[in-house]
């Protein structure tokens, strides 16, 4: 386990894997150029679909950074959608791009452009569908390409800087720890858990890591922002929209004019939710949210000071360990189930009897069957049936009520036993007790890029960052690949949706860190 896998290059300079060849490129970066002299250009191509009937809010983009220092060439690919490469491993739920669209598009720019396909980082910004989002595959590579393509041909001298914004209102952990050691994640297809069982909420990465890239004089050509965010349900209509990134590029390029391109990098968000993700008061509307975050970053854009830099790329396979727990957990869940559905007997009321006494009994504790004379008056003659009723009464609401969150947990773990079936099933049909994973890094002056193919958590990402020596360090994750989630080792026991909806072993974050820490390091 955490073995490379190298991919070696045919004659001609082509991949012949699946286009994530691995080391630096400099040797393989053809004419470029001057040395010492940093070239950049931009594109984006629309890739939303051209089904009819659909709604769309605001289209979805495949945007195009070409960075070149005269050694070395990048390409980073900003895609608003949903994962890179999830199609099979979701069984379908995230259907839009296909596993062949990475290797197929890396190959065809390493061929015609001669960027190689180490090289080029495709980021998913995560946005979520109410159906089918993108174009069909064919044209997704191909517009993606075209992207890239015109982002070379306009290619221009520039200087880059990098630096940091913070925005901490429009996000929020969506694990819940709870007062028995466990953990409960906010999602719409289970309820919350009751108040008084909720001990803290989880963390968050505020941090906004940010890329500046000016022509020579001074005009702003691209800015790259990265943020740890989860755009779930964007538009309140269920319209395709790419979410609060989308709406925080727009603010980001309306304010610094030129033709300047914000390109959106989804960071360590696996286990982040936006505040109003179940507010069920307010209508579904991430554009508020995008608007704070493109401010946020503006505010420090403006501080960042731009220079030359050099370029630097590395790119490694290794292999994660699968998990092998899930039969247990399983197990586990069903010895749940059955003392719960155990619990659900000798049950008096009905809904329609529950709710009349619990309203009555919320609303006048003290004298909740009539008016407070009459138990005055029971009181002074002795006669005490008021208050026999009452307690009747009020075992029959409690036990109506731990009903009612019986019900609650009994939803979350048939969620959870069918989840992790799905799973069991993935990674028995997968016939390998590992599954690759590509981390990238790119340092672009003193400022680093790295990548993961999961559904990388807070923590995860924290860590990382932590442990780089370089104080511009950005995760991003949910890039060259998918692999849902990738939860830390301490969260396996504690039973939250990521841990759930998740392939990877524990061992899986040690093996990461360890070699993210690496690649950072001989950068």
């Not at 520039?158 to 050691?181: A, H, P």
């Not at 009751?194 to 989880?202: F, I, L, S, T």
């Not at 994973?437 to 960052?465: F, M, R, W, Y």
Request: with cysteine.
């Amino acid at each position: 386990m955490g073995a490379m896998n190298r991919k070696r290059f045919s004659k001609t300079g082509i991949d012949t894997g699946n286009g994530t060849a691995i080391g630096s490129s400099a040797s393989m970066s053809g004419a470029g150029a001057p040395a010492g002299s940093l070239r950049a250009g931009v594109a984006k191509s629309n890739i939303t679909t051209d089904a009819k009937g659909v709604v769309i809010n605001d289209p979805l983009y495949a945007k195009a950074l070409v960075l070149d220092d005269g050694r070395t060439k990048v390409a980073i690919i900003a895609m608003d959608t949903t994962a890179i490469g999830g199609r099979r491993i979701t069984q379908g739920m995230l259907d839009d791009v296909g596993d062949d669209f990475l290797p197929k598009l890396r190959r065809r720019i390493q061929k015609e452009l001669k960027i190689p396909g180490c090289n080029v980082l495709v980021n998913a910004s995560h946005t979520h569908p109410p159906g089918r989002l993108l174009c069909d595959d064919a044209s997704q590579v191909n517009r993606t390409f075209d992207a890239v393509s015109r982002a070379l041909q306009n290619m221009t001298k520039v200087k880059v800087g990098w630096g940091r914004g913070y925005e901490d209102r429009i996000t929020m952990n969506r694990t819940l720890m709870l007062k028995n050691g466990k953990s409960w994640t906010i999602r719409h297809t289970n309820p919350c858990p009751p108040d008084e069982e909720v001990a803290g909420v989880g963390p968050i990465d505020p941090e906004i890591g940010i890329l500046r890239i000016d022509r020579m004089d001074g005009r702003p050509l691209a800015v790259v922002y990265n943020f740890a965010g989860h755009p779930l349900f964007g538009d309140p209509r269920g319209a395709i929209t790419a979410n609060f990134p989308g709406f925080a590029s727009k603010v980001i390029e309306a304010n610094l004019g030129h033709d300047a391109m914000a390109l959106f990098l989804q960071g360590a968000g696996g286990d982040i939710m936006d505040v109003f993700f179940k507010d069920f008061n307010r209508p579904r509307d991430t554009k508020p949210l995008g608007i704070m975050l493109g401010l946020s970053t503006l505010k420090a854009l403006k501080d960042i000071q731009t220079q030359d830099a050099k370029l630097s790329v590395i790119s490694e396979t290794i292999k994660l360990p699968r998990r092998t727990d899930i039969p247990e957990r399983i197990k586990s869940l069903q010895q749940e189930q059955a003392e719960l559905l155990e619990c659900l007997r000798f049950t008096s009321l009905n809904f329609k009897a529950f709710l009349p006494l619990y309203i009555k009994y919320a609303l006048s504790p003290d004298y909740p069957a009539d008016y407070s004379y009459r138990y005055l008056q029971d009181k002074k003659i002795g006669a005490d049936e008021l208050a026999a009723m009452d307690f009747h009464n009020r075992q029959s609401i409690e036990k109506y009520l731990k009903n009612i969150y019986a019900m609650e947990k009994l939803a979350r773990i048939q969620d959870k036993i069918a989840t992790l079936k799905k799973h069991q099933a993935l990674n028995k049909e997968a016939g390998e007790a590992t599954i690759p994973a590509e981390v990238q890094g790119i340092k672009i002056g003193d400022c680093v890029l790295i990548t993961s193919p999961a559904e990388v958590l807070v923590e995860v990402g924290l860590n990382v960052k932590k442990a780089s020596p370089y104080k511009y360090t950005f995760m991003a994750a949910f890039s060259n690949g998918y692999m849902h989630y990738g939860p830390p080792a301490g969260a396996y026991s504690k039973g939250g949706y990521e841990v759930t909806e998740c392939l990877l072993a524990p061992q899986w974050q040690k093996i990461y860190e360890r070699k993210a820490g690496e690649i950072i390091r001989r950068l």
